[in-house]
């Protein structure tokens, strides 16, 4: 019996020193599947602005989307050397003081327009501050425009990081001609048949 009970101490002990060292290292207790905590079941997913059905989300560095999301749509099908119209939105889900944003592309694909948004002064949550982005590529291929977003609000200046993903194909009206198939050269006639 002594046994017993000094078995259950011991695991007693093991299992609050487990639970003391993850307190400890400051992380969340992993979540069993099928269940949710009080808060999970409590807070409401995160409202987006009404934005148009042809705006995606651009990719975020990180979990950084909770504050602020940046948005985009095409304005055209990307080809090389044509002017490719980008309309961005930038959807604060927090009051901010300040949001700025600067867009860089890289080798191969300029920004020929609108490299720079704001600053956009007293921001409210869920109001979509609206953008146009003018490219132009210079080649084929899959380029990356960053979307550095600024902003200061309770949490202090903070910049957060997006992706916008670009396809460039080539230009269909632009494709070589086809050379003209040639055609068989007529043999002349011979010389006539002596009999």
Do not use: W
Request: proline fraction near 10%; glycine fraction near 6%.
């Amino acid at each position: 019996m002594l046994k017993i009970t000094h078995r259950a101490v011991a695991f007693a002990a093991l299992a609050c020193a487990c639970v003391c060292m993850l307190a400890a290292c400051d992380d969340p207790p992993a979540k069993t599947p099928g269940t949710a905590s009080e808060t999970d079941k409590k807070a409401p997913p995160p409202k987006v602005a009404d934005l148009s059905k042809d705006m995606v989300a651009a990719v975020s560095a990180g979990k950084v989307a909770s504050a602020i999301s940046v948005h985009f749509a095409l304005g055209a099908s990307p080809v090389v050397n044509k002017p490719l119209p980008v309309e961005v939105a930038i959807v604060p889900h927090h009051k901010f003081s300040v949001v700025r944003v600067y867009f860089e592309s890289h080798d191969g694909l300029s920004t020929a327009s609108g490299a720079e948004f704001g600053p956009a002064n007293d921001v409210e949550s869920e109001k979509a501050l609206t953008h146009q982005l003018g490219l132009l590529a210079s080649r084929e291929g899959m380029f990356m425009v960053t979307a550095s977003v600024e902003t200061q609000g309770e949490e202090g200046n903070v910049t957060r990081v997006f992706s916008i993903p670009i396809i460039v194909g080539a230009d269909p009206g632009s494709a070589p001609a086809a050379a003209p198939v040639a055609t068989p050269a007529e043999t002349p006639p011979g010389p006539p048949a002596s009999n």
